[in-house]
């Protein structure tokens, strides 16, 4: 059992509330293992994992989360925020269908996403900026289906964005969505991983993918924010690209900015 898990039990792993689980501690222990063995280390804290899955090569997390925990164990979500990639929506039917799993997608209000494109149109994020569109489209609904949860497993990566996960941990507790009532970890398995580790991971195990990688997308959000990256450019810069290239996050991962960016 790794240190720092408090009075949480390792094995067989039981589902008990998560009242002292310790990130600093578990980075100790776990910085240097394989993004397996911080998944399976993971588990044993918390008795369940819940993975958020993008749509892109975020898959390797669930491809892992089944090596490590038994199925009804693995909760993974999704946001739609209506401007996904038609090739993002038959990924996720494949990644369903590959793993035989319940892939719980979720949707934003419907009448705040009607107030904002009666008022701005479809496309305000162009003039001013991406943080009300995926406030409403992605932040509300990621708060809705975190809460209450003890932890969840996200594909972060320090390499993805120099300028704002470059100090990610593989573990740490999630302020921006948790609460000093309702304290919430996240767990960023892939932390130390390079692009290229996770395709390697693709294609080692056959895992399927995003046919839009195909075509020369890299980092894959919403259609109208996403475009592909030519050779030699940061694969954050095919997001958002009309806004300043630094703190490029959509409130999902609020944390990594220095002040926090979650409307
Ligand atoms: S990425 Fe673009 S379309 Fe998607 S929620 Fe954010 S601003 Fe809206």
Same mark, same amino acid.
């Given at each position: 059992?790794?240190?720092?898990?408090?009075?949480?039990?390792?094995?067989?792993?039981?589902?008990?509330a998560v009242?002292?689980?310790?990130?600093? /501690?578990?980075?100790?222990?776990?910085? &240097?293992?394989?993004?397996? %063995?911080?998944?399976?280390?993971?588990?044993?804290?918390?008795?369940?994992? +819940?993975?958020?899955?993008?749509?892109?090569?975020?898959v390797?997390?669930? $491809?892992?989360?089944?090596?490590? /925990?038994?199925? $009804?164990?693995?909760?993974?979500?999704?946001?739609? +925020?209506?401007?996904?990639? /038609?090739?993002?929506?038959?990924?996720? =039917?494949?990644?369903? %269908?590959?793993?035989d799993?319940?892939?719980?997608?979720?949707?934003? $209000? &419907?009448?705040?996403?009607?107030?904002?494109?009666?008022?701005?149109?479809?496309?305000?994020?162009?003039?001013?900026?991406?943080?009300?569109?995926?406030g409403?489209?992605?932040?509300?609904?990621? *708060? &809705?289906?975190?809460?209450?949860?003890?932890?969840?497993? +996200?594909? &972060?990566?320090?390499?993805?964005?120099?300028? +704002?996960?470059?100090?990610?941990?593989?573990? =740490?507790?999630?302020?921006?969505?948790?609460?000093?009532?309702?304290?919430l970890?996240?767990?960023?398995?892939?932390?130390?991983?390079?692009?290229?580790?996770?395709?390697?991971?693709?294609?080692?195990? $056959?895992?399927?993918? %995003?046919?839009?990688?195909?075509?020369?997308?890299?980092?894959?959000?919403?259609?109208?924010?996403? *475009?592909?990256?030519?050779?030699?450019?940061?694969?954050? =810069?095919?997001?958002?690209?009309?806004?300043?290239?630094?703190?490029?996050?959509?409130?999902?991962?609020?944390?990594?900015?220095?002040?926090?960016?979650?409307?």
């Amino acid at each position: 059992m790794a240190a720092g898990f408090g009075r949480v039990s390792a094995k067989p792993p039981v589902e008990v509330a998560v009242t002292s689980f310790d990130p600093n /501690a578990f980075v100790l222990a776990n910085d &240097q293992a394989t993004p397996k %063995n911080i998944l399976k280390a993971a588990y044993e804290a918390f008795g369940e994992l +819940t993975v958020s899955f993008s749509g892109a090569e975020d898959v390797v997390l669930v $491809d892992l989360a089944l090596k490590v /925990a038994p199925k $009804d164990k693995v909760k993974v979500f999704s946001l739609d +925020t209506g401007r996904l990639h /038609a090739e993002t929506y038959e990924f996720f =039917e494949r990644v369903r %269908n590959h793993y035989d799993i319940e892939l719980d997608i979720r949707f934003p $209000d &419907q009448q705040a996403v009607q107030a904002l494109t009666s008022e701005k149109g479809l496309f305000s994020f162009y003039q001013d900026g991406h943080h009300e569109c995926c406030g409403i489209r992605k932040v509300a609904p990621l *708060r &809705q289906r975190l809460a209450g949860l003890p932890v969840w497993v +996200t594909g &972060q990566r320090r390499d993805q964005s120099p300028g +704002t996960r470059s100090k990610l941990q593989i573990a =740490e507790r999630d302020t921006a969505f948790g609460s000093d009532d309702q304290p919430l970890y996240k767990i960023n398995p892939l932390t130390h991983w390079t692009s290229e580790d996770v395709w390697n991971y693709i294609r080692s195990f $056959d895992v399927p993918y %995003n046919a839009l990688h195909e075509k020369g997308y890299v980092s894959i959000g919403c259609a109208p924010c996403t *475009r592909p990256i030519l050779p030699g450019q940061h694969e954050r =810069e095919g997001r958002w690209w009309w806004e300043d290239q630094g703190g490029k996050e959509c409130g999902l991962h609020a944390l990594n900015l220095p002040q926090a960016a979650t409307s």
